[in-house]
């Protein structure tokens, strides 16, 4: 037996716990200002992100916006690239470049179906903010939507022969993924919010 056609993700802590405190507290601090000042976006949150705020249908361009979601993205860049390494990818001398960011911030209750992001080639989430009991990332193996009349998976068959699998959620933490694998997040039953902030990446 041979595995074929993997999926890759991967995780990684943003940098060294040391290296990460400073920009995760102004990051934080930024959030605060950002929700209260984005009265488009707390709009569009209450018809398509019911019980929490993103930024995503109004300031989706943070890096670009704020140097100090620009350093967090100078700091993704540089794991983005050992991503596509692993992928192995023939970027022909273009550059992977980071098009959208978004925050999200998710209150006790609120979750995110499952969906994907089309126009881009790789997306990520870091996290800012995780309480205890909060939940992960959940990936959905993208080959089930043509398995048809197949069999469940045994009750202990290993992660990788499982259709669904989800990456604890832990600040600090960075995660990507190829922007074609659909992904969710269960609804928070935690006390305190979970804060992300979201991306992707096109090519070219």
């Given at each position: 037996?041979?595995?074929w056609?993997?999926?890759?993700?991967?995780?990684?802590?943003?940098?060294a716990?040391?290296?990460?405190?400073?920009?995760?507290?102004e990051?934080?601090?930024?959030?605060?200002?950002?929700?209260?000042?984005?009265?488009?976006?707390?709009?569009?949150?209450?018809?398509?992100?019911?019980?929490?705020?993103?930024?995503?249908g109004?300031?989706d361009?943070?890096h670009?916006?704020?140097?100090?979601?620009?350093d967090?993205?100078?700091?993704?860049?540089?794991?983005?690239?050992?991503?596509?390494?692993?992928?192995?990818?023939?970027?022909?001398?273009?550059?992977?470049t980071?098009s959208?960011?978004?925050?999200?911030?998710?209150?006790?209750?609120?979750?995110h179906?499952?969906?994907l992001h089309?126009?881009?080639?790789?997306?990520?989430t870091?996290?800012?903010?995780?309480?205890?009991?909060?939940?992960?990332?959940?990936?959905?193996?993208?080959?089930?939507?043509?398995?048809?009349?197949a069999?469940g998976?045994?009750p202990?068959?290993?992660?990788?022969?499982r259709s669904h699998?989800?990456y604890?959620?832990?600040?600090?933490?960075?995660?990507l993924?190829e922007?074609?694998?659909?992904?969710?997040?269960a609804a928070?039953?935690?006390?305190?919010?979970?804060?992300?902030?979201s991306?992707?990446?096109?090519w070219?």
């Open positions: 037996m041979q595995p056609f993997p999926t890759l993700i991967y995780s990684a802590p943003l940098a716990a040391s290296g990460i405190s400073a920009l995760n507290r990051l934080l601090r930024e959030v605060s200002q950002l929700r209260e000042f984005d009265q488009a976006g707390r709009k569009w949150s209450l018809k398509n992100y019911p019980g929490g705020y993103t930024s995503y109004s300031l361009r943070l670009q916006f704020s140097s100090t979601f620009d967090l993205r100078r700091r993704i860049d540089r794991h983005m690239q050992r991503y596509a390494r692993e992928l192995r990818w023939d970027l022909r001398g273009s550059p992977l980071m959208d960011c978004w925050l999200n911030v998710m209150p006790r209750g609120t979750a179906s499952f969906h089309p126009q881009s080639v790789i997306s990520g870091y996290y800012l903010k995780v309480p205890k009991g909060a939940p992960g990332l959940k990936f959905e193996d993208p080959r089930l939507a043509h398995m048809m009349a069999p998976r045994l202990d068959a290993e992660p990788m022969h699998i989800e604890p959620a832990a600040a600090g933490q960075l995660i993924f922007s074609w694998l659909r992904h969710e997040v928070n039953l935690a006390a305190s919010e979970r804060i992300s902030v991306f992707n990446y096109h070219g």
